[in-house]
Nanobody, 119 residues
Framework: QAQLVESGGGLVQPGGSLRLSCAAS????????MGWYRQAPGKQRELVAT???????IYAESVKGRFTISRDNAKHTVYLQMNSLKPEDTAVYYC?????????????WGQGTQVTVSS
């Protein structure tokens, strides 16, 4: 069964770094856009960053200059390098895939990974 599997979350102090990974498994041929969204308690899910298969990126203003999104098209994997983390970055981070060409259905969202920034 095709799925998006996230990893790399955890607890980090303010100013620290984390790297999230999300791999799409299954009979996947291509994915046009992969991205990261986050949802803090009591808030709506919001875009963090997206990247196309050609490398075009979009970032939320709140993370520009601190976060970097990248991907490995051959591995159908997207990464999010998060530096200079702030307490307000605390949220569940979700991987998203759009424009998927696959031999089986791929859920648009992963299960989420918790990122907590606290001293």
């Amino acid at each position: 069964q095709a799925q998006l599997v996230e990893s790399g979350g955890g607890l980090v102090q303010p100013g620290g770094s984390l790297r999230l990974s999300c791999a799409a498994s299954g009979s996947i041929f291509s994915i046009f856009v992969m991205g990261w969204y986050r949802q803090a308690p009591g808030k709506q899910r919001e875009l963090v960053a997206t990247i196309t298969s050609g490398g075009t990126t979009i970032y939320a203003e709140s993370v520009k200059g601190r976060f970097t999104i990248s991907r490995d098209n051959a591995k159908h994997t997207v990464y999010l390098q998060m530096n200079s983390l702030k307490p307000e970055d605390t949220a569940v981070y979700y991987c998203n895939a759009d424009g998927v060409v696959a031999g089986e259905p791929l859920p648009s969202w992963g299960q989420g990974t918790q990122v907590t920034v606290s001293s």
